[in-house]
C-alpha cells in the first residue's frame, strides 16, 4: 500500500527569494510524451531538492510522483535524480538549494520512467 502525504500548511518562515524549479511530467500510461511543469516555491532555510519536492507535492501538486523513501545522508540512493540543463546525477536530499535558484528536475533514467521522477531500478 503506497504512503499518502496529506497536504498541510507549513509553519516554516520563508526566507528569501522563491525557488523555480521545472520538473519532468509523464506518465506513460496516459500521456503522449514527457512534459516540463513549472513551480514557483517559497524557500525554506536548509532547502534541499529533495524538500523542494515535498514542498510542491504537499502545498502545490499532490499529483507529483517521486520516491519519498530516503535516507536523509545520502548513501541510499533512492532519491537519485538528474539536475540542471547539464542533468548532473545527484542525490536530491543533499543538493542544497539557495534563495532565488532556479532548478531542472529529470528522472535519474529517462527510459526507466514509471510516473514523473519515479524509475523502474
Not at 46 to 64: A, G, K, N, Q
Not at 105 to 114: A, G, H, L, M, T
Amino acid at each position: 500500500m503506497p504512503h499518502i502525504l496529506h497536504v498541510r500548511e507549513c509553519t516554516e518562515p520563508t526566507i528569501g527569494d522563491p525557488v523555480t524549479a521545472e520538473v519532468f511530467r509523464y506518465d506513460p500510461s496516459r500521456d503522449p510524451g514527457p512534459r516540463m511543469q513549472h513551480y514557483v516555491v517559497p524557500y525554506r532555510h536548509s532547502m534541499s531538492v529533495f524538500t523542494m519536492l515535498r514542498e510542491i507535492y504537499e502545498h502545490l501538486d499532490p499529483t507529483l510522483a517521486f520516491r519519498t523513501q530516503h535516507c536523509g545522508i545520502g548513501i541510499c540512493g533512492t532519491c537519485h535524480l538528474r539536475i540542471g540543463s547539464e542533468g548532473k546525477a545527484v542525490n536530491s536530499c543533499k543538493t542544497m538549494l539557495k534563495p532565488g535558484d532556479h532548478v531542472i528536475v529529470k528522472p535519474y533514467n529517462e527510459k526507466k520512467v514509471i510516473r514523473d521522477l519515479v524509475v523502474d531500478l
